[in-house]
T-cell receptor
C-alpha cells in the first residue's frame, strides 16, 4: 500500500472547520483513501473513504485532488469531542489490511 | 452500523500467566479479523490476520506460539497471550471485515498490564 504523509499535529478552534491534509503521492489507480480517527484509549473509528470523487457523510467531507496525490479531510464544525489522532490510509482494493502511519493529532481549542 | 465488541476492556495479569481476549462482530459475519497492538504514543501495528476456519497469518516479528489466535466462527476471534511478560503490556485492538464491501470496523481495545 502507498505511504501517506500527514502533519504531526494541528490545532483548531471549536466551531470552526478543521482541515486535515494528507499526501499520498505514490497512490495507484486502484487504491482508495480511507480516514479513521482514534480518540484516546479507544479503537479507531471509521470516518470516510473515497477513490477519486469528493465524498461527504454525516461526519465529514473528503476532498481528493484531481491527480489523487493528496486529500483533505474536513470536519465542518469541530467540537471538543473531535480531539483525536486522525489517520489517512490508502488501501488496495482486495487487500483488507490497513497499515497505520503516525497520523495527525488534532486538538480542538475551546 | 457495524459493531465490533472486544472483551475485556482492561486486564491485569501476573507474569507467566496467559490471557485471552475476545473479539466479536455483533451484527454481521466477519470472514476476516485483524489483531493490532499499540504501545503508548505509537501507532497501531498489525500483528496477525485471522480467517474463519483457517490458521492465522502473522506479521513478521510476531511469535505465533506466543500470540495464539483462534477464529472458530464467523463472529468470534480470540487472541491468547501466553506466558505473558511485562513487555507484552500494551493496547490490543481487533478489527473485523464483513462479507460485503463495508469498511473495516474496530473494537474498543483491551489494555493489558502484566505485572
Amino acid at each position: 500500500d502507498a505511504k501517506t504523509t500527514q502533519p504531526t499535529s494541528m490545532d483548531c478552534a471549536e466551531g470552526r472547520a478543521a482541515n486535515l491534509p494528507c499526501n499520498h503521492s505514490t497512490i495507484s489507480g486502484n487504491e482508495y483513501v480511507y480516514w479513521y480517527r482514534q480518540i484516546h484509549s479507544q479503537g479507531p473509528q471509521y470516518i470516510i473513504h473515497g477513490l477519486k470523487n469528493n465524498e461527504t457523510n454525516e461526519m465529514a467531507s473528503l476532498i481528493i485532488t484531481e491527480d489523487r496525490k493528496s486529500s483533505t479531510l474536513i470536519l465542518p464544525h469541530a467540537t471538543l469531542r473531535d480531539t483525536a489522532v486522525y489517520y489517512c490510509i490508502v488501501r488496495v482494493v482486495g487487500n483488507e489490511k490497513l497499515t497505520f502511519g503516525t497520523g495527525t493529532r488534532l486538538t480542538i481549542i475551546p | 452500523g457495524a459493531v465490533v465488541s472486544q472483551h475485556p476492556s482492561r486486564v491485569i495479569c501476573k507474569s507467566g500467566t496467559s490471557v485471552k481476549i475476545e473479539c466479536r462482530s455483533l451484527d454481521f459475519q466477519a470472514t476476516t479479523m485483524f489483531w493490532y497492538r499499540q504501545f503508548p504514543k505509537q501507532s497501531l501495528m498489525l500483528m496477525a490476520t485471522s480467517n474463519e476456519g483457517s490458521k492465522a497469518t502473522y506479521e513478521q516479528g510476531v511469535e505465533k506460539d506466543k500470540f495464539l489466535i483462534n477464529h472458530a466462527s464467523l463472529t468470534l476471534s480470540t487472541l491468547t497471550v501466553t506466558s505473558a511478560h511485562p513487555e507484552d503490556s500494551s493496547f490490543y485492538i481487533c478489527s473485523a471485515l464483513g462479507t460485503d464491501n463495508s469498511p473495516l470496523h474496530f473494537g474498543n481495545g483491551t489494555r493489558l498490564t502484566v505485572t
